[in-house]
């Protein structure tokens, strides 16, 4: 939660002790603490509902937990004894020592195994169904409690419908799995130990994707003082910018619990963040005047104010402009009490103008958005949120020349934004993949009436403050987009945007609705799923129709291209057009039930990214495109929807390893970059003679294709060319080398050369120090590569992982849609010459850990990773 951060363990322990100093007949309180609650928990699941619970018998008394999100009069919590009370798992005295111990962030469905019955192959075949109980003991001190005290649970995500229960009551709750939410325990807590316990519930068929299970993002305790900063109170937007200064509005809520009115003051300065700590650094560079109030007992106020920043240092996206950020600190007195509050608000100075005819201008220049869409699991790893690897994913993208992401189709993690701030990456922050209308059974639209105002008032008030989100996306492809409905619902979100923001503008990828419908004529920014390139084999854009009807309006492609395909496989024959539907005859390899990398071929509604290219360019008012996916992700795995696991939609597979459209992109994307790629591989035994295309992805203008030495002939790329393609070279075993050229001169070259059987593995890590909070991660690739030391393309040897020193290996993968081993597996088949295992230290310990990789009738590797 960026807006209400609080200080470093250090810096409370020395602000603690100051103020437990005596002054004068007055004792000051301790400020804000934010801790972790992800140690310690036990969990069990249950395919069969165990306790007779559902939403509806617990709806009443979680609705009132949505009360500081809506509008309309507020719930009212029930009288008498809630429901559950009886249960077990919710009292103190239930022995959960036979419950499994978990650490959070936890997806209780990853392990597996896949073919979960009743879990689709869209959903991933993982069991993320069912009811999953967690349960924690929570120890607090006498000054924890009472009068003058709050304690708040903060949960970040849990999926599905939580109910929360503290010593046998229902507290409240949350159903929608993508929103954080919080819950006010002071009224159920007590000295000494409390017994915390979260009953989940996913229903199959509740999801498009795999969507994860469980308490999968942070969970927080908030101990603060009766006045305090309220739940996402602070708001700071920077207004009037200009070279010499920034004029910086802050707005903040300051929540009186108590039952007499306090004297508030409020003092707020302005630091510059240092971009490597991501803490405060130097003096105060601006000092908002301080201000006093009186707020009384049981009630709320917003404090405006306003200060001029001099010589703003920007935040702008990478890598064309610097992501600085400043951070507010705002600190809260009461009644002579000293500091009883302070928070940190993270914020950047930039100005966005959306340009119906240009696009996006971000700080005065004009930024071509080069967008990926993801879904939020994290391989592996699942939906269970970690920084190192949500890191990780951005860093292969930035590499790639993204500079937008579209975070499909729901809320992201906090963090992820606090990474993208970091990094300069532009963010489309979506809501919902439906809205009243469903697209499975039980999707949102069994929520929508009642917890749509909530669930998008409460994530734009959460999230307005980073610099990093560009536009809210209001929805994806929603089945109201063409009615009179969708322009109702349009307006309404858009609203509360506005209100809990409005300096965002709003948008929601449409793949049906068209110029003139009610909905596309309130929306703020059209953004085009597909249409705007053509469906499938046809061209016919749509763009050109928005435009004419809303030339004022910025437009772009919410999502592009939807190609499909399996890393380092390659299926002939080769489609000779730009773009191609794929199917058993196109691009399909239907035994092994991969997809064609010669990156062309895409489901009916979609297309090429060559395609997307040609159409973008010739309607240059298109401020830029969002790709499905930039990385592959669990479930959906068109077009082998029932027998695979994972996507082919990802540029980058679900192990992070680069199919051969990173390339494409990535020419595209920073052309400032020599680079020149060269596909397929050249080890073809059983193609001796046969025609085998040879297609280049490169930043240069020109190349010339060399087979062992002789030219295959240069050539230049062509207007409407984002390839070059040699497609009638025959095969045979050596060397195919390329050569390019950038304005007549030799910019960059590639090759790849008939290799030998395997021989041995090359193990590396990204990186060989890591942090040992049992967070940090180490990616450990392992290459089967020949007696030479080139990867072996077509390799599937099993490899088996160990590891010596305090750590664990947590899961390994290789990309392979269609490998129905569990993630968890220390053997783990290569695919297409390559495997990864994740590794991290146990928490505190420091050392060094051996990974080894083994494998039958091969030379094993190994790598060394510090902890510590
Ligand atoms: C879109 C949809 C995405 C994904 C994609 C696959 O229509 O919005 O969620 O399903 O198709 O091509």
């Known amino acids: 939660m960026p807006s209400l951060k609080s200080s470093s363990p250090s810096g409370l322990l020395l602000l603690g002790l100051l103020l ?34 559902s939403y509806d018998t617990l709806k009443a008394w979680i609705l009132p937990s949505s009360n500081d999100f809506i509008t309309r009069a507020k719930y009212q919590r029930p009288t008498g004894t809630p429901p559950g009370s009886d249960v077990q798992y919710v009292k103190d005295s239930f022995d959960d020592s036979k419950w499994d111990p978990v650490t959070l962030p936890h997806d209780w469905a990853i392990k597996g195994p896949f073919g979960a019955p009743g879990v689709s192959g869209p959903e991933g075949k993982l ?36 109910s929360v229960f503290l010593n046998g009551v229902l507290v409240g709750g949350w159903p929608y799995g993508y929103n954080a939410f919080r819950l006010d325990l002071t009224p159920y807590a007590k000295a000494g130990d409390n017994t915390l316990a979260i009953r989940l519930q996913n229903a199959p068929d509740s999801s498009r994707w795999y969507p994860g299970a469980g308490l999968y993002r942070n969970v927080w305790l908030v101990k603060v003082n009766s006045v305090h900063v309220a739940q996402y109170g602070t708001k700071v937007t920077t207004p009037s910018v200009s070279a010499g200064s920034a004029t910086v509005d802050l707005s903040v809520t300051i929540e009186n619990t108590s039952n007499s009115t306090k004297r508030v003051d409020l003092v707020t300065e302005v630091y510059e963040v240092d971009a490597s700590t991501g803490k405060a650094t130097g003096d105060a560079k601006a000092t908002f005047k301080s201000i006093s109030i009186s707020v009384a007992g049981g009630s709320k106020q917003v404090v405006n104010s306003t200060t001029e920043l001099s010589n703003p240092k920007l935040w702008g996206p990478a890598p064309e402009q610097t992501p600085n950020q400043y951070v507010a600190i705002s600190k809260v007195s009461a009644g002579g009490n000293g500091t ?67 975070t ?61 989100i560009v536009a809210w996306s209001i929805g994806n492809e929603m089945p109201d987009q063409s009615s009179a409905l969708g322009g109702q619902i349009a307006t309404e979100l858009q609203n509360i945007a506005r209100q809990e923001d409005g300096t965002r503008k709003s948008t929601a990828g449409l793949n049906n609705a068209g110029p003139g419908t009610a909905l596309v004529n309130v929306l703020e920014i059209p953004g085009l799923n597909y249409q705007g390139e053509g469906k499938g084999t046809s061209w016919n854009s749509t763009y050109p129709s928005f435009h004419s009807r809303y030339p004022d309006k910025m437009i772009w492609g919410t999502e592009t291209a939807s190609t499909v395909s399996t890393r380092g496989t390659y299926v002939f024959p080769v489609t000779s057009g730009k773009t191609a539907v794929v199917g058993p005859s196109a691009g399909e390899n239907v035994t092994m039930q991969y997809v064609s990398s010669y990156e062309l071929y895409h489901p009916s509604w979609a297309a090429s ?47 992070g390893f680069k199919k051969d459209r990173f390339w494409l992109y990535q020419a595209r994307w920073r052309p400032d970059i020599p680079q020149a790629h060269v596909l397929p591989h050249w080890t073809w035994p059983d193609r001796v003679g046969k025609v085998t295309p040879v297609h280049v992805f490169t930043s240069g203008d020109e190349a ?63 990186r060989t120090s890591i942090g040992n909070d049992g967070y940090d991660l180490s990616f450990i690739t392992v290459a089967v590569v020949d007696k030479n030391g080139d990867t072996v393309p077509m390799a599937s ?54 990974v080894l990789a083994t494998s039958s009738g091969l030379e094993g590797g190994e790598v060394v990773v510090r902890a510590g």
Request: proline share 4%; glycine share 10%; with cysteine.
């Open 127 to 162: 069991p993320y169904n069912g009811v999953g109980w967690y349960r924690k003991t929570v120890k607090l001190g006498t000054g924890d409690v009472g009068s003058g005290k709050n304690l708040y649970l903060e949960v970040d995500g849990a999926m599905s419908y939580a």
């Open 609 to 655: 990214p060559d395609k997307v290219f040609i159409q973008q360019d010739k309607y240059p008012y298109v401020a830029g495109e969002f790709v499905w996916t930039g990385w592959d992700y669990i479930g959906e795995p068109t077009p082998f929807d029932n027998t695979s696991r994972s996507s082919y939609f990802g540029i980058i597979d679900l192990a």
């Open 408 to 468: 499909s189709h729901n809320m992201p993690a906090p963090e992820l934004l606090d990474l993208a701030d970091k990094y300069g990456i532009m963010v489309m922050g979506e809501t919902f993949d439906t809205w009243k209308t469903k697209k499975v059974a039980n999707d949102y639209h069994l929520l929508w009436d009642e917890w749509h105002e909530a669930d998008m008032r409460s994530y734009v008030r959460r999230e307005r403050n980073h610099p990093s």
């Open 797 to 850: 040897n099993a490899i088996s992982f160990s590891i010596d020193g305090p750590g664990e290996i947590v899961s390994t993968d290789n990309g392979d849609p269609t490998d129905m081993v569990a993630f968890p597996s220390l053997t783990r088949k290569a695919f297409s010459g390559m495997a990864l295992a994740i590794v991290r230290s146990k928490p505190g310990e420091s050392g060094s850990l051996k």
């Open 340 to 406: 009883v509050d302070s928070v940190e608000t993270k914020f950047g100075v930039r100005t966005l103008v959306y340009d119906g005819n240009k696009g996006l201008i971000v700080n005065g220049a004009h930024v071509y958005v080069k967008g990926v869409c993801n879904h939020h699991d994290l391989g592996s790893l699942g939906a269970a949120f970690n920084y190192r690897a949500a890191e990780r994913q951005l860093q292969i993208l930035l590499e790639m020349g993204t500079n937008a992401l579209r």
């Open 704 to 766: 010339e294709l060399f087979v062992n030495g002789k030219s295959q002939g240069r050539k230049k790329t062509e207007p409407s060319e984002y390839r070059l393609r040699w497609d009638n070279v025959t095969y045979v075993p050596g060397e195919i080398e390329v050569v390019a050229y950038k304005n007549g001169k030799k910019w960059a070259e590639d090759s790849k050369k008939t290799v030998g059987s395997p021989a041995k593995l090359n193990v590396t890590a990204d």
């Open 20 to 53: 437990l100093t005596v002054v004068g007949h007055t004792v000051a309180q301790s400020s804000r603490k934010r801790s972790s609650l992800n140690a310690d928990w036990r969990f069990s699941r249950f395919v069969d509902n165990p306790d007779g619970l």
